[in-house]
């Protein structure tokens, strides 16, 4: 019979499509990885994947024991929850990928707190603004802030977040404030941007419809708190959930433009894959997060004035 060890690295090698990252996610080299689906075969009689130079595929053959290996997972964690919840403690390696502002701000420190709490739990942060996919990148929990589309994923709604299209008073003063939609087309906008896209558009709710306006600049990146500071300083319209530059709208560092066509706000929420029985360490995670990222946003929010009150929105609930 097949080791459930060597099942769960060929789990992580057909998610990942590496043995490289397959052993950096579980603590092995790639030597070992090789070893142990060199073995599974052994086992099995059969190639699990195409090799070559630069790419790890699996067969046809591959693709049913993946399929297969999946409810041999799920049958162990669901095992482990039972356990569990008779009075173990949660454990077990925990991937999360958090947008970056909100990463940086709220979750890297919480971390911290829930490692004294959960010590059986070692957590694999990743922050980005890109939207990584949970199944391909093998992740446990995600913590989005976008339009979130039907999919079959479990999602824990935190907070619903409006957005402001905002620009410096030094940018506004030598490019005038944008007096329709159409005119953003003509104005430096700063796009968040990653590797593969073409092209930025925007939508905006205009009389009751969403509008969607192509927008461009001469500067773009991938990280969003950058695009706040080119925004602060004078450089171009940022679009941003209102709590992340309250405070530079409290202070007037900038100000609203087109407040009356607001960008469509979205979903601040934390995202797992659909299982019968959620581990436990995702739960403890996903109770702690909540907690503090609703109490960022709340707080962020509260010292907003009244000298952009177009600006202050973002609803911390259920």
Not at 4 to 12: K, Q
Not at 79 to 87: F, I, L, Q, S
Not at 153 to 181: E, F, M, N, T
Not at 253 to 271: C, Q
Request: net charge positive; hydrophobic share 45%.
């Amino acid at each position: 019979m097949a080791t459930l060890e060597n099942i769960f690295v060929f789990i992580r090698v057909a998610e990942t499509g590496s043995f490289t990252a397959a052993g950096r996610s579980l603590r092995m080299s790639p030597a070992v990885v090789s070893y142990r689906i060199q073995s599974l075969e052994k086992h099995l009689g059969c190639r699990l994947f195409n090799r070559t130079t630069r790419k790890l595929s699996p067969t046809e053959q591959g693709r049913a024991f993946y399929e297969s290996s999946l409810e041999i997972r799920e049958a162990v964690e669901r095992a482990e929850t039972r356990v569990a919840k008779g009075g173990a403690a949660p454990r077990g390696s925990l991937k999360v990928t958090v947008p970056l502002g909100i990463g940086r701000r709220v979750i890297a420190p919480m971390v911290t707190r829930f490692r004294a709490e959960h010590p059986e739990i070692d957590v694999r942060l990743r922050l980005s603004d890109y939207l990584v996919d949970l199944f391909s990148e093998a992740v446990d929990v995600a913590v989005r802030m976008a339009v979130l589309p039907d999919s079959s994923l479990i999602v824990r709604k935190i907070a619903d977040i409006d957005r402001v299209l905002c620009a410096a008073p030094a940018y506004l003063a030598r490019h005038g404030a944008p007096a329709s939609v159409k005119d953003l087309e003509d104005h430096q906008c700063l796009v968040l941007r990653f590797p593969g896209s073409q092209h930025s558009r925007i939508g905006l709710r205009r009389n009751g419809r969403v509008v969607s306006v192509p927008v461009s600049g001469h500067l773009d990146a991938d990280d969003g708190d950058v695009l706040t500071e080119w925004a602060v300083a004078g450089e171009g319209i940022v679009m941003k959930p209102v709590f992340e530059v309250a405070h530079h709208l409290n202070s007037g560092a900038l100000v609203t433009v087109l407040a009356e066509t607001p960008p469509v706000p979205v979903t601040l929420a934390i995202l797992h894959a659909y299982k019968r029985m959620v581990p436990l360490k995702v739960n403890a995670f996903a109770d702690m997060a909540v907690v503090d990222l609703r109490r960022h946003v709340a707080g962020a929010l509260s010292g907003l004035s009244g000298a952009n009150p177009k600006g202050r929105r973002g609803r911390a609930r259920d």
